[in-house]
């Protein structure tokens, strides 16, 4: 399995733009990078996935280096509401669905007003 | 569209009574199911994950065990429950199949067990 590293915590202000970090120096080459958002007492949820270069959607924007044994989560403008633990996970898409959900301990964003 | 239902939300158990947390799944078929564990301000721990009928997969050993009778319903469960069985169970599920689409995994909104 492709084991990642995030930073434990990170602390922002609103409407700060804020970047997450993950480190996976040991990605397959058929590995996808997905990141996902949780809040307290819910499950996780998906925000954004993809293999190389750059991905955005509404929420935010995954940049990923030629490498590939990183990756960058970035948060646009963050408000208080995004205060939350963000996960990366490093799997390859596969009939068993083992590796693609494996969880570490991700960081938790803290946004100030 | 598909969702998924977990239940109950909460519950209070004694030590050494039975547990059974169901989760199903509408919408899809054929989907990989899993079973997390997250004790509190920790990270998701993954307990079972399944990819068909009966056929289910431990990740760690514990007195827990998972059980798939049907395609798009997932059960865990316990005979003796300990006290650090303790915690937040979330289901989720993902699309089967060798395309991106299943790196993706819909959660249950957890159910928070409290062991007395």
């Known amino acids: 399995l492709a084991k990642t590293t995030q930073p434990i915590s990170m602390d922002s202000y609103e409407g700060q733009e804020v970047n997450i970090t993950c480190s996976h120096n040991?990605?397959?080459?058929?590995?996808?990078i997905t990141w996902y958002q949780q809040f307290p007492s819910q499950g996780p949820r998906f925000i954004i996935q993809?293999?190389?270069t750059k991905v955005t959607n509404e929420v935010a924007s995954l940049f990923i280096p030629a490498d590939r044994k990183s990756s960058t989560l970035s948060l646009p403008r963050v408000s208080l509401s995004d205060t939350a633990v963000y996960y990366c996970l490093v799997g390859v898409p596969m009939d068993t669905g083992r590796r693609a959900l494996t969880f570490g301990s991700g960081t938790r964003l803290q946004v100030q007003p | 569209s598909q969702t998924i239902h977990q239940w109950p939300a909460t519950l209070v158990q004694p030590v050494g009574s039975p547990l059974s947390l169901e989760c199903t799944v509408e919408g899809t078929s054929n989907p990989n199911l899993y079973w997390y564990r997250q004790a509190a301000g920790r990270g998701l721990q993954l307990l079972f994950y399944?990819?068909?009928?009966?056929?289910i997969s431990s990740e760690v050993p514990q007195n827990l065990s998972a059980s798939r009778p049907q395609d798009r319903q997932f059960i865990l469960s316990s005979k003796k429950l300990l006290l650090s069985d303790s915690g937040f169970y979330l289901c989720?599920?993902?699309?089967?199949?060798?395309?991106?689409?299943?790196?993706?995994?819909?959660f249950g909104q957890g159910t928070r067990l409290t062991v007395v």
């Open positions: 040991n990605i397959a080459t058929n590995d996808y």
């Open positions: 993809g293999y190389k």
């Open positions: 989720a599920w993902s699309v089967q199949g060798t395309t991106a689409s299943n790196t993706e995994a819909f």
């Open positions: 399944s990819v068909g009928i009966g056929q």
